[in-house]
């Protein structure tokens, strides 16, 4: 299977654009790691809050990070707001998880709904991904919200996930069907 990055291009609507990160992205992405807030129902592990060098991070993530994941930021109009990740890519059953994080400031605008449609829409289009899931933990009712409209469903409850918290987190796993892309699997 190829790789995200390979296969995920030019990912756009009238009003978000997902991209790479370059160095002069370094302050805005300080800003969302600096930011509580965003990280309260989130791993504890992510790639962005490891290094005490943000810069380090942007160049990691399309190093060491992509062959695993795919981290892209998120600009409305041109305006950073956060990141969308694909990772835990798997060949068979030609799955992937999904997830993205917004600046505390850009909540509540439709963002992450229009964020996940777009990735979604990259998947459908540009790859042979069949099944896409998501995680949340079980009282962040705004992710679960976001994932129910745009057609996920629920598949566990309370599951128990190691996140990289002292101890496991419960978190609800979400899955939504899509149809066969234009990728091969070599």
């Known amino acids: 299977m190829r790789r995200l990055a390979e296969s995920l291009r030019g990912l756009e609507s009238p ?34 809050r490891r290094y005490p060098d943000i810069r380090t991070v942007i160049d990691g993530l399309y190093g060491e990070c992509l062959d695993e994941s795919l981290i892209l930021g998120i600009f409305e109009n041109g305006r950073f707001c956060g ?14 998880s999904i997830g993205n994080r917004l600046l505390s400031r850009c909540w509540g605008k439709g963002l992450a709904s229009e964020t996940l449609q777009l990735m ?21 009712l705004a992710s679960a919200r976001v994932l129910r409209n745009n057609g996920f469903v ?13 101890t496991p987190m419960t978190v609800d796993v979400w899955m939504k069907s899509i149809g066969n892309g234009r990728i091969d699997n070599t």
């Open 15 to 48: 009003r978000i654009v997902l991209r790479r990160l370059e160095q002069r992205d370094a302050p805005v992405l300080e800003e969302m790691v600096r930011d509580a807030a965003v990280y309260r129902y989130l791993p504890a592990f992510l790639y962005e």
């Open 83 to 96: 990141l969308a990740e694909w990772y835990d890519l798997r060949p068979e059953p030609r799955s992937v």
């Open 120 to 140: 979604l829409r990259g998947l459908e289009e540009q790859t042979d991904i069949q099944c896409v899931t998501a995680t949340t933990m079980t009282d962040n």
């Open 154 to 166: 629920k598949t566990a409850e309370h599951a128990a996930e190691d996140w990289g918290f002292e």
